[in-house]
């Protein structure tokens, strides 16, 4: 079937056709992690100009200067006054992955898309900022394997004094 400019092209909904392009997708990022999997599909409806899908994420807990609790996006989240250095930027994706999970290990990868997500620039080695991250002498991450972290409970303490930041509650997906 050929179209011209004169013929009008049925734009409907084809639920069969979206459900066999859906398997070929997932037949394709099956065996990527759930970050590159997302990023994939973002950037393809960017490619195809279309606005991206966002990830289905609920907002961050975390408490206003003021003390009201309230929910922000990313951006609020981000928009911070006072000068920030790379390093800052990198304890606040944690704050905001804490804010998220609660106390649950997170990757470099992680945080890295965190940053992205939200337009900062985080150093090159956060092997060597999160390791020298302390507070009174005490660490605010803990190793949990290669390339993986948790704040410690001196870390949890720090985003709630420095950024009012709670522990969010959601399951991590694995």
């Given at each position: 079937?050929s ?7 049925d734009t409907?909904p084809d639920?069969a056709?979206a459900?066999?392009l ?11 992690d ?10 393809a409806m ?14 961050p ?11 922000h ?13 790379p390093?800052?930027y ?13 106390g649950?290990?997170f990757s470099?990868?992680e945080i890295r898309a965190i940053a992205?997500?939200a ?5 090159d080695?956060?092997?060597?900022t ?8 005490k660490?605010?991450?803990?190793s949990?394997?290669k390339?993986s972290?948790?704040?410690t409970?001196?870390?949890g ?6 950024w ?10 694995p």
């Amino acid at each position: 079937m050929s179209t011209n400019a004169h013929d009008t092209v049925d734009t409907s909904p084809d639920p069969a056709k979206a459900g066999k392009l859906a398997q070929q997708i997932v037949s394709i990022l099956i065996n990527e992690d759930l970050i590159t999997r997302q990023r994939a599909v973002q950037a393809a409806m960017t490619l195809l100009g279309d606005a991206p899908v966002q990830p289905n994420v609920g907002p961050p807990h975390y408490t206003k200067e003021d003390g009201s609790g309230d929910s922000h996006d990313l951006a609020s989240f981000f928009n911070r006054d006072g000068e920030m250095k790379p390093a800052d930027y990198a304890y606040l994706c944690a704050a905001y992955h804490f804010s998220q999970f609660g106390g649950v290990p997170f990757s470099f990868i992680e945080i890295r898309a965190i940053a992205a997500d939200a337009g900062v620039v985080i150093p090159d080695r956060l092997d060597m900022t999160f390791s020298q991250a302390t507070k009174k002498g005490k660490k605010l991450f803990q190793s949990t394997g290669k390339g993986s972290l948790k704040p410690t409970a001196a870390g949890g303490l720090e985003f709630g004094e420095r950024w009012g930041v709670r522990p969010g509650k959601k399951a991590k997906a694995p």
